[in-house]
């Protein structure tokens, strides 16, 4: 059998295309009906889906399995970073009220110590002695009469008073922690204005003694609102160090 | 003519129907159609050499989708289902390049 050329093929293509369709010919365009059908069904399906819909059992186990993976490592990092974040808001909340805890006692101490100026209610003892007859004995009794009566900030001429002040006598007035200080003399003591007034009135006290001596005469002044500005400077114990507290 | 018709009635109705693809259907569907597009370059190859049959043609383009779609249904049965596609899809690709060779033969004889 000789092979019939392309143009007899295409003869043959024109006439199908005009010949009227047989029996089997309806057939066989059905099928290519439906075949084109489908094509274009299958090709929407592919298109239309992200491609886990068309995806096979053992794919979607993969994906499956793969996404648990990632959100159980997720779920971790969210769990570690949620620690974290706790434990950093309790450290910045713990660090605060530490800080305001050591401001307060820091204040407690500065006034104790005298590194920062107080101020509130007190009397004010006032010694003329244009004679000098006042002795140094006589101001520390005075200082220790207030101390006593609760005096919580003092103040001596101008001179701050703390445990350690000390007072000797020198001519013509009293050397306070080697500063001299001259009649008349200005004791301020802040603390509860009538207690410290009446300490200082009682019959043989501080006021009594001073008046006692030779030309000397003391008067005391309350006031609700005394200011001890008078500053010292912080000694740093050369000895002595911060022993662990027993625990009683 | 009838299958130009045909071809372009289903294309239309496809696009304008939306169908929604059974999900039974859908690991056998892309198969079957390569299967029946190798059945379709097959038979208009025989008909350019003149040896065309309606029922050979009928009973070639049903029996391949079938034997596609059973392969398929084994291969996921049998957990390579992913592999067996590949395949059939491989060796009906083969085939219907051989059969438009020579169909370019015929028409164009080159």
Redesign the interface.
């Known amino acids: 059998m000789t092979e019939?050329?392309?143009a007899v093929?295409?003869r043959?293509i024109g006439r199908?295309?005009?010949?009227r369709?047989?029996?089997?010919?309806?057939?066989?365009?059905?099928?290519?009906?439906?075949?084109?059908?489908?094509?274009?069904?299958?090709a929407?399906?592919?298109s239309g889906s992200s491609g886990v819909?068309?995806a096979?059992?053992?794919?979607l186990l993969t994906i499956l399995s793969d996404l648990q993976g990632r959100a159980d490592r997720l779920r971790g990092q969210v769990a570690d970073l949620q620690v974290t974040q706790a434990r950093l808001a309790g450290g910045s909340a713990g660090t605060t009220a530490a800080l305001a805890e050591a401001r307060r006692r820091a204040q407690t101490l500065g006034i104790l110590t005298g590194t920062v100026a107080a101020r509130g209610p007190g009397v004010v003892l006032t010694v003329a002695d244009p004679r000098g007859s006042v002795r140094a004995d006589v101001l520390l009794d005075a200082i220790e009469e207030l101390r006593d009566a609760g005096a919580e900030a003092l103040q001596l001429s101008g001179v701050r008073v703390v445990a350690s002040t000390s007072l000797v006598d020198v001519p013509g007035g009293v050397k306070v922690d080697g500063q001299t200080v001259r009649p008349p003399y200005r004791l301020v003591a802040i603390g509860e204005s009538r207690t410290l007034s009446s300490a200082l009135g009682i019959p043989g006290g501080v006021l009594d003694t001073v008046d006692s001596q030779s030309g000397a005469h003391a008067v005391v002044t309350t006031s609700p609102s005394l200011a001890v500005t008078a500053l010292r400077a912080l000694t740093t114990p050369r000895y002595a160090r911060p022993a662990p507290s027993q625990s009683p | 003519m009838i299958v130009l018709l045909a071809v372009v009635a289903g294309v239309v109705s496809g696009l304008v129907l939306q169908p929604n693809v059974p999900l039974d259907l859908q690991p056998y569907l892309p198969i079957a159609v390569v299967a029946a597009l190798d059945a379709l370059f097959g038979g208009v190859r025989a008909w350019l050499e003149g040896i065309f049959d309606d029922k050979v043609f009928v009973v070639s383009f049903v029996g391949n989708v079938l034997v596609a779609s059973l392969i398929v249904y084994l291969g996921d049965k049998l957990g390579v289902g992913g592999e067996l596609s590949t395949g059939i899809v491989v060796v009906l690709g083969i085939r219907i390049f051989s059969n438009a060779a020579a169909i370019r033969r015929h028409l164009f004889r080159a």
């Open positions: 019939p050329g392309p093929m295409w043959r199908a295309l005009l010949a369709p047989g029996r089997g010919q309806v057939i066989a365009g059905l099928l290519c009906g439906v075949l084109a059908f489908a094509l274009v069904a299958q929407q399906t592919t819909t068309a096979r059992t053992q794919d």
